[in-house]
Nanobody
Framework: QVQLVESGGGSVQSVGSLRLSCVAS????????MGWFRQAPGKEREGIVV???????RYADSVKGRFTISQDNAKNTLSLQMNSLKPEDTAMYYC????????????????????WGQGTQVTVSS
């Protein structure tokens, strides 16, 4: 079992920044595909950035150039730096871990991930 705990959400004005963190209960990053997802009211959960076991990253077009994922293996922490926030970024943000057979495997599909945090709310006002 892997437990994930997110933090860092909050309310911010448009073009502001926030940094989300996800702490894992045990070392996960070399064994699991890790991802950040978000879900706005009335919408499906969407993957926005993933980091594969080999360290490669992939960003959804909606956040590319504004969001940056990073990991601190010593602290079992996955972070998401979010800059130039827009009102449409308002959502509940989730950290997730999924077993991956290969180092470069990746997926934006929530069904691929077995472990989820409880989520942290991000609200961006115009």
């Amino acid at each position: 079992q892997v437990q994930l705990v997110e933090s860092g959400g909050g309310s911010v004005q448009s073009v502001g920044s926030l940094r989300l963190s996800c702490v894992a209960s045990r070392y996960t990053y070399s064994n699991y595909l890790m991802g950040w997802f978000r879900q706005a009211p009335g919408k499906e959960r969407e993957g926005i950035v993933v980091i594969s076991r080999d360290g490669s990253t992939r960003y959804a077009d909606s956040v590319k150039g504004r969001f940056t994922i990073s990991q601190d293996n010593a602290k079992n922490t996955l972070s998401l730096q979010m800059n130039s926030l827009k009102p449409e970024d308002t959502a509940m943000y989730y950290c997730a871990a999924g077993r991956a057979a290969c180092g470069g495997c990746w997926s934006f599909s929530p069904a691929f991930y077995q472990y989820w945090g409880q989520g942290t709310q991000v609200t961006v006002s115009s």
